[in-house]
């Protein structure tokens, strides 16, 4: 038998936002599971959602009544005051239109008016066709919302209801409940801790109009910038150009070159108590970079003479004090033996090394897969998943070094 303390949501008031999409029948299950894990769930309908399901349904299994007109009078009131009490706000399936209503700020209905009241964690699980979340104005609300911390969770490709196949299906339940206990128990285990992290790729200058770069996306440096926020970290992003939001919470310092890189770096290493290095540093930049664009006038050819960057990660293990230091090596084969050499040769305490060219892993993938080398002797392999799940496995995996720093006295702002 199950106690209750043995249920996960117990005690908590969470809002359930359902709209009208026709993933909103999903919504029910996910109530049933929510009051059967011990929460107070309040469902607020839009008034496209009671098209789908009948609101009858939600009062049933949540016991309480659904509203979804603002104008309702003292019901209205009742949610606006639960909107400010709620611990949580899910918004499950989301439609395009009240993305975008987030993003605005919109408030014309009784859940776009609770967006903005209340100040409690949100999630958010759109379900839309594949083409309309693909396109530019509803990835543009997303991430706006996303800079603002709400947790966007990303549709999944499948058979939609257009009959088409696309990206849009409403996030499986799992994904919904593991995001609502995430953010209902966030961990704080890094508090006291500042990390800096190298993120994306570095661009060396041929002319003014040409350079050389390389594919990395940046999202792997994002993620783990961002779960070390979340986690409590003091966080510094020390970025190449990529094309992602800033991550919520967390101070960035763009830098274009190799150069730039490791001067931002090594200016805050002393601040630092673990740099993570996932950024990918071109290793050679043009000897000469042309003031004025190169013409192509004789068609014979061109030589381009390279010379090596400096190795930012090898200074910062040779610079530090205390700080532990975590390198990336991204290979086009099995990685292993490679993250190996890079721990010695590096003198760094952690490798994470990955095969670029793996199936759904690598620049530009949301997810990825892992091999992790360690000072210690310890080898851990980490199976294919979302780059932010990743994320917080080498911060656990971090947390495990015996040259760890655990007791950081938290800023007096922590
Ligand atoms: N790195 C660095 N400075 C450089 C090149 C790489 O700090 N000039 C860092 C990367 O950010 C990464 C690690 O070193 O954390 C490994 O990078 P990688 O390019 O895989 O290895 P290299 O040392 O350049 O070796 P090789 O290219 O021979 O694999």
Redesign the pocket.
Known sequence: MTSSSDLKFLGKQIILGVSGSIAAYKAVELLRVLVREGAAVSVVMTEAATRFVNPLTFEVLSRQPVTSNLFAAHQELLHLTLAERADLLVIAPATANVLAKCALGLADDLLSTMMLTTRCPVIIAPAMDGGMWDHPTVQLHTAVIRQRGVTVLEPEEGLLASGKVGRGRLTDQEAILSAIEARLSPRRDWVGQRVLV?AGPTQEAIDPVRFIGNRSSGKMGYAIAQAARERGAEVILVTGPTALERPHGVEVVPVLT?EDM?KALITRLAWSTVVL???????FRPRRSSQQKIKKEARTGMTLELE???????T?AKQRSSQVIV?????TEPPLR?AEQ?LK??GIDLVVGNDVTADQCGFGSDSNAAVLVDRDGRVVELELMPKRELADRILDAIQTLSVFPAQHRPRNHE
């Not at 090596?308 to 090898?314: F, G, H, K």
């Open positions: 190298s190799a490791g290095m996932a950024a990918a540093v071109a290793d090596p960057t400096p190795d930012i990660l090898e910062l390198g990336f090596a991204a290979e490679h890079k040769r590096k």
